[in-house]
């Protein structure tokens, strides 16, 4: 259901590009067709100016990726404002200097190009500094969780003779898959939900650990595995919300 609804999104925003495209250059066309013969070189070179700000538009809408790598919301946002921005302004000279000078219409357009690739040049500066910082969030995070597991294991592991624990080291051994199959912690940013989920799951792992050290380790099995059982119910939560 979800790779539908994915696939319907897509499509709809194909259709949507494909629309906006469609309308801008008809109404380009009818506008300034007149140009073709009056003056064809003007005429070419406004509909490359025209061109290369759809190419930008669409670029943004449909992959800001390739633009500004993997960033936050706000970058992608603010790249198709700056489309668009370009769009209108590029366009508006074409329509001031329609009757002008071809060299300074030229210039005011490299300009404009010019400060237009000069701002996206300063959005993917800040877009992969913030990529950085989250990937050593995401390192950090996944080291952390790694040391929690490997000791919690190595404790169950030195009393793995004592029949009782048993179940307790199944469940931990399942629980230990469905952690290490997740998304790891610290690659989901600006969700706060998922960042007290986190924090909760490794409050729960800390616990385990000291349970599972413990001398008194027999007196606390219902324990233990009902802090399993949650954690594992922490981390099914957990990727249910980053799939929304």
């Known amino acids: 259901m979800r790779h539908f609804n994915f696939s319907i999104f897509k499509?709809?925003?194909l259709l949507a590009i494909f629309v906006f495209d469609a309308a801008v250059v008809l109404a380009f066309f009818k506008l300034f067709s007149v140009l073709l013969l009056a003056a064809p070189v003007k005429f070419a070179f406004m509909t490359i100016i025209l061109?290369?700000?759809l190419l930008f538009f669409n670029v943004s809408v449909l992959s800001p990726r390739l633009l500004l790598g993997r960033s936050g919301i706000a970058y992608p946002i603010a790249v198709v404002i700056l489309s668009l921005v370009y769009i209108a302004v590029s366009n508006f000279i074409s329509v001031v200097f329609l009757t002008g000078s071809t060299i300074w219409y030229l210039c005011w357009e490299l300009l404009i190009f010019a400060g237009t690739a000069g701002?996206?040049?300063?959005?993917g500066f800040f877009a992969s500094r913030e990529d950085n910082d989250a990937d050593?969030?995401?390192?950090t995070e996944k080291t952390t969780i790694s040391?929690?597991?490997?000791?919690i294991e190595q404790s169950l592991i030195s009393k793995q003779n004592d029949e009782t624990l048993a179940p307790i080291i199944q469940s931990f051994k399942a629980l230990k898959e469905r952690i290490q199959a997740s998304t790891p912690f610290g690659r989901i940013t600006g969700n706060s939900a998922v960042y007290e989920l986190e924090n909760t799951i490794r409050d729960n792992l800390e616990f385990l650990q000291l349970h599972v050290r413990s001398n008194t380790?027999?007196?606390?099995?219902?324990?233990?595995?009902n802090l399993i059982e949650e954690t594992r119910r922490l981390i099914?939560?957990?990727?249910?919300?980053?799939?929304?």
Request: hydrophobic share 45%.
């Open 217 to 225: 380790i027999d007196k606390n099995l219902k324990d233990i595995q």
């Open 136 to 139: 050593r969030l995401e390192n």
């Open 119 to 123: 701002t996206l040049s300063v959005f």
């Open 51 to 53: 061109l290369t700000g």
């Open 11 to 13: 499509v709809l925003r």
């Open 147 to 151: 040391m929690q597991l490997m000791l």
């Open 236 to 244: 099914i939560s957990r990727e249910a919300l980053n799939v929304r």
